[in-house]
């Protein structure tokens, strides 16, 4: 082992910001980090192991205890328990004899769930030693469970077993493009820098992630900084639930987002940038870095990219399985190689970012729209959408409808629309932009996408009639309760009091002073909380309440009772000492 951990950390140039990917390796080697490890690491590494630990003990995909040689992870999304994963779950246990949540007795498999694999349009879906598994039906786990048996190696295995589809059903703008590796890089040149930096601002393109903040005033502030280190970051952890259109970009549109992060850093005067791609999408690292390496070998990475003398590369980093690295403190935190708790803001990733050095974080789909503009001007992508929400907005759709996927809208098109093209019928709702998102009821279908009604990162998730809202605002809730990282009072109590004043309520325990409660404990988590994931975390509740008041209310236990104290009889010695036995002076008890 101590060779080993000598030469991953030297592979590695003794980075304590790499401290992901190392354990990360360690994991994969042992199936879990032992202690020895951990020591051994603190000493090469010259960091305290209490800080190695902690951020074992964050990450999800981290265990300081023995997992399977097959690790099993299936998806708890609300998409998959739709398609019967709860059922598959129960199936691929027996099969196992193993209980989800431990390892079996040989260690040969443990079994867990995981919040989201980003696999809501080909579920049920998993994670096996972190390759992604898709399309889970029964004759598929019984041939896994054989292979295991059979103790056969990963690369033996079908590969079927592990293809993930684009599943392209609407392209515009962006995903029409076929951009050639370098056009949009020649074009900034020839234009000039700050000439594209007016056409990005004229394109109105605004970030893709969710928040819609202006990408070129982003850009503008980071250039402006003093100081002359500054870093690209791509935020590729796309972890809300009903959320994928980031994993097809890069798997059929990579050199888009590379040739988009390189024209930032010559717009801002970067030389290194990031993709921190989530640990989900494992399948994909490889092929980003056969992407990155044809890039630099066609001299559109490295030292004087095009003769023109700009210096810039693009390191990948893998998550570990944290929602919360999706919001870009947290995430540049992870890409130092800590927990990734979200910092206090201001200051902003744009003075003080990574290594606190000025720093632009841009969602993948932004950095794709932005190698495009580069090429065909601002006008080709702000002539689309409205006033308002300028281009195109890529939507992942999934739940019940015919065709979950991929779809591409200029901004403006309605909710309708959508359900129509995708083929979804007899619609009770759809939550957009993921459990942190907007529900929106079959009342509201002529709302429009845009930042200026329906705001959203990408997520479209249809629920028809036969689904019980209910359950669904459990999953929800329960997701985010589990996904808190647990730095703030507020989120980390707030979402587990969440999650069982909702429980109490829908098990028929819950009486009317419960639904008030419900009410005030969804203000507190939204208003009080540090960053947005305990600020959106009450969302699910808050929009159901407005919409349905009536399926909450119907869920309250119908309370009857006999009084213990006889109030009419309690005033009979008052009633012989004043001499009365009037009506006025008898009580009435009436059972409420």
Not at 13 to 39: E, K
Request: aromatic share 8%; glycine share 10%.
């Amino acid at each position: 082992m101590e060779s080993f951990i000598q030469n991953l950390v030297e592979t590695h140039a003794r980075r304590p910001t790499r401290l992901l990917a190392i354990l990360r390796a360690v994991q994969a080697r042992y199936f879990h980090i032992p202690n020895q490890a951990i020591r051994l690491l603190s000493k090469e590494l010259n960091i305290p192991t209490t800080r190695i630990i902690g951020v074992i003990e964050f990450y999800s995909f981290l265990h300081l205890t023995p997992r399977g040689r097959y690790d099993i992870l299936i998806s708890d999304s609300i998409t998959d328990h739709m398609l019967g994963k709860h059922n598959l779950m129960d199936y691929l246990s027996n099969k196992l004899s193993v209980s989800p949540g431990s390892v079996r007795e040989d260690g040969l498999v443990s079994l867990d769930n995981t919040s989201c694999t980003g696999m809501c349009d080909q579920g049920p879906a998993g994670l096996i030693n972190g390759r992604a598994i898709t399309r889970l039906d029964r004759p598929r786990i019984d041939a896994i469970a054989q292979l295991i048996d059979e103790q056969k190696a990963l690369e033996d295995w079908p590969k079927e077993f592990f293809e993930v589809g684009d599943n392209i059903y609407q392209s515009d703008l962006l995903l029409s493009s076929r951009l050639t590796a370098g056009e949009g890089l020649q074009a900034t040149f020839a234009r000039g820098l700050k000439e594209t930096l007016s056409e990005v601002d004229q394109s109105g393109l605004r970030g893709r992630g969710g928040a819609g903040f202006k990408t070129a005033m982003k850009w503008q502030f980071c250039s402006e900084e003093s100081e002359q280190d500054r870093y690209v970051v791509c935020n590729a952890d796309e972890g809300e639930p009903g959320t994928f259109k980031d994993r097809v970009l890069l798997n059929s549109y990579s050199d888009h987002v590379f040739e988009g992060m390189t024209i930032c850093a010559a717009l801002i005067g970067a030389k290194h940038g990031f993709l921190y791609l989530r640990g989900e999408y494992l399948h994909l690292y490889q092929k980003l870095e056969n992407v990155l390496e044809q890039r630099r070998q066609a001299g559109l990475l490295g030292n004087n990219i095009l003769g023109k003398g700009l210096n810039f590369d693009i390191e990948i980093c893998l998550g570990a399985g944290a929602y919360i690295c999706g919001e870009e403190s947290a995430l540049i935190e992870s890409l130092e190689g800590k927990c990734g708790i979200p910092r206090n803001r201001p200051p902003y990733p744009v003075s003080q970012g990574y290594l606190n050095k000025p720093t632009v974080v841009n969602n993948v789909e932004t950095f794709a729209a932005t190698a495009n503009i580069a090429l065909h001007g601002g006008a080709w992508f702000a002539n689309k959408g409205t006033e308002k929400s300028q281009g195109t907005k890529i939507l992942s759709i999934s739940g019940d409808c015919l065709r979950p996927g991929i779809y591409e809208y200029p901004f403006g098109v309605t909710v309708r629309k959508i359900l129509e093209d995708c083929g979804a019928h007899d619609v009770l709702g759809v939550q957009i932009g993921g459990p942190s998102g907007t529900f929106i009821s079959n009342q509201e279908l002529d709302r429009i996408l845009g930042f200026e009604d329906l705001a959203t990162g990408g997520s479209f998730i249809v629920f028809n009639s036969t689904r019980n809202i209910l359950d669904i605002v459990r999953n929800f809730t329960d997701f985010f309760a589990h996904e808190s990282c647990g730095f703030c009072t507020p989120c980390r109590v707030g979402t587990s009091l969440l999650k069982k004043q909702l429980d109490k309520i829908v098990n028929g325990h819950g009486s009317a002073g419960d639904v008030v409660a419900l009410e005030e404990l969804t203000r507190l988590v939204k208003n009080h909380s540090h960053c947005g994931l305990g600020q959106t975390a009450a969302n699910p509740i808050i929009h159901t309440l407005e919409r349905y008041p009536d399926l909450y209310q119907n869920q309250l236990k119908k309370i009857s009772y006999e009084p213990g104290f006889d109030l009419n009889a309690s005033l009979e010695t008052a009633r012989r000492m004043a001499n009365r036995n009037d009506a006025g002076a008898h009580l009435a008890q009436v059972e409420e």
